[in-house]
């Protein structure tokens, strides 16, 4: 079991650097980060703190009141007022929603979107009756990406592709605990595929990268976002945790046109004492799949992940002669690169590839209840 950090201030001081950094890469943390190291400072007036390798948060006291999500509520981690202001140092690079125990009730819906990672850190319990849905979702409902998922493009993202893809060739799907797939080349033209970004081990709580457009075609899957379970006690999860990447769009041209690359699954963390819960349990964070390219018709749409874990997102085909989208990775579907199947390119547009798996880590031993992909790690 990796170690747990846990800090409450009652007399004198605890000290620790919290591991929180900016999305946007993967940068290994400064040596003083590690968990088993000895502290060298405290981070400001933090009083409470919960936290492991790869996300710590500290707030200025330890949360007073439960926190309840008794009926459908969304966040925007940038802007929400549900975000602690209690943040402490780094931790604010996150959205942490506090209480000294939180529930998510049955049947009822907590969903994130924005830049920064959704974290639920909890002095008692949390209970996960409901859902958390911080997956990409291709029709933008409850969002198009998760919180925290890094830039498309730029020379600090980890989310670039290697190689873009040229006028009627497939967008990369997206990358991050496996390879997305590439997209299909152009049938009959000059067109090449995408190639993804390579396969990423994260130092840092981050969501999964989106796919790539196709050009002039279809537009990305958005990445699965991050979320992070902190409990001083215990975590029971009976719902549904979802941070699973978005479907890629077919080409809406009816010209020679590739489809847009599926979302990679994004990233969730546990972390309590004890966790527990029920069969009915579904936590995964599985990639979304490519869109079909057009050549006369328009492209069928890839798909979000399956809400069954198992079941690997099928790629957008049977819409035109165009090449079809790849499927998005599960747990199954891994292979030599763990990747969704690339695109292929027939008489037009080629095909998006699917998006990789996302990550979850567990940081308590034994495993997690119910349905679980793709595999802790």
Known sequence: MSARVLCVLLVGGCGFHSTASAVAGDAAPPADAAPDSAPSETPGDASFCLGNAVVTVCLTQAPMGPLTIGQPKAIDTDNS????????????????????????????????????????????????????????????????????????????????????????????????????????????????????????????????????????????????????????????????????????????????????????????????????????????????????????????????APMDPHMAAAGGSGGSSAGDGGDGADDKAQGSHGAGDGGNGSSAGGGGGGGGIGVIKLYQAGSLPGTVSPPTN
């Open 81 to 304: 007022a549900d975000c602690s202001r209690d943040a402490v140092g780094s931790s604010a690079a996150y959205c942490i929603l506090a209480g000294n125990s939180i529930t998510i009730m049955g049947a009822q819906l907590l969903s994130a979107h924005g830049s920064r990672p959704l974290v639920l850190m909890s002095s008692g319990a949390i209970t996960v009756a409901g859902t958390i849905d911080v997956a990409g979702h291709m029709m933008g409902m409850p969002q198009p990406t998760g919180p925290g998922v890094p830039p498309s493009t730029g020379a600090s993202s980890p989310c670039t592709p290697a190689t873009a893809a040229t006028n009627g060739g497939g967008g990369a799907g997206g990358s991050f605990g496996s390879t997305g797939g590439h997209g299909g080349a152009e049938g009959g033209g000059d067109g090449t595929g995408g190639v993804p970004a390579a396969q990423i081990a994260p130092t840092t709580l981050r969501g999964g990268c989106s796919g790539e457009a196709g050009p002039g075609g279809g537009a990305a899957g958005g990445g699965g976002g991050a979320v992070a379970l902190l409990a001083a006690t215990m975590i029971q999860i009976d719902g549904v945790i979802n941070a699973s990447g978005g479907g890629g769009r077919g080409s809406m041209n009816i010209i020679n046109r590739g489809g847009g690359g599926g979302g990679a699954g994004g990233m969730i963390v546990i972390d309590a004492p004890k966790v527990s819960g029920g069969a009915p349990a579904r936590i995964f964070a599985n990639g979304g799949s490519g869109g079909e390219g057009s050549g006369g018709f328009k492209g069928l749409d890839g798909h979000d």
